[in-house]
């Protein structure tokens, strides 16, 4: 350990550590596209077909009660989907197509920020314009990757 007093005269000089990040490619929109349509297919789609017909009896029911129906369909999803992200990094479909979720520093997101992604990916959709900023920024991040500081990047074959 270099004394401070060394160091300000000049007689040390003070090593600064560099941080090199491994390098990575940030996840092409087709594949992210192909993930959410195999995401929705695998998760949501059962979650769905449960409420309908099981929970609510038919589709009928869920009409007539539609706001608790889509609460009984997005609930389990946000916990099915947050698990995913914190455990794995990955939901079915971004395991699929070779996608990992990471944080600015590639490392694996906080739950905070998981939580965060999750709103911030309803928000933009329900924008759509949040969506559409994948294909105008050269880092091909989403208004919810920005928000929650988190990206999708495309792992090594």
Do not use: C
């Not at 706001?67 to 992200?85: A, E, R």
């Not at 996608?99 to 520093?105: A, R, Y």
């Amino acid at each position: 350990m270099a004394r401070w007093r060394d160091i300000k005269r000049g007689k040390i000089s003070k090593k600064v550590k560099e941080i090199k990040l491994p390098p990575f490619t940030i996840s092409p929109v087709v594949n992210r596209i192909k993930a959410f349509i195999t995401d929705t297919f695998m998760l949501l789609m059962p979650l769905m077909y449960i409420v309908f017909y099981l929970v609510m009896g038919s589709r009928e029911e869920f009409e007539e009660h539609m706001l608790l129906g889509w609460i009984y369909i997005f609930v389990p999803h946000f916990f099915i989907v947050i698990t995913f992200w914190f455990f794995k990094s990955q939901t079915p479909g971004y395991k699929a197509y070779e996608i990992k979720l990471v944080d600015n520093k590639l490392q694996r997101p906080s739950l905070f920020k998981l939580v965060v992604r999750y709103f911030a990916f309803v928000l933009s959709t329900l924008l759509v314009g949040g969506l559409f900023l994948a294909i105008a920024r050269k880092d091909k991040r989403t208004l919810h990757d920005l928000i929650s500081g988190t990206m999708l990047i495309q792992l090594e074959s």
